[in-house]
């Protein structure tokens, strides 16, 4: 057994030169968001769920991305709404949420 169930994270990424990155679209904000919601929900902590950033995950064309192990999903996503549905689909159901996988 892993340590998390689901260990997932977040790219926070902000390129200095106007590149696009992840943190354009408030990445930081979002990731922010998922960690109090799965700690609201009761989901955080060893066997459970693991919100964590992490730097440049070099799908900055594809972004903002997050990437969920041991799985190796990669979605994007566009606002809070998606995150509530990656939660509740894959993290407490898992169920692959198809329409945000990349």
């Not at 790219?11 to 992840?22: I, L, S």
């Not at 904000?29 to 459970?48: F, Q």
């Amino acid at each position: 057994m892993t340590y998390y169930r689901h260990h997932v994270f977040f790219c926070v990424n902000q390129r200095p030169n106007g590149e696009r990155c992840c943190n354009d679209f408030q990445a930081q904000a979002m990731r922010d968001y998922a960690k109090s919601r799965i700690k609201a929900l009761g989901l955080s902590g060893r066997g459970k769920v693991r919100i964590n950033n992490a730097g440049c995950l070099d799908r900055c064309n594809e972004g903002p991305v997050i990437v969920v192990y041991p799985e190796e999903v990669w979605y994007t996503y566009v606002d809070q709404e998606d995150i509530d549905e990656i939660i509740e689909s894959h993290l407490q159901n898992g169920q692959v949420v198809e329409r945000l996988k990349i």
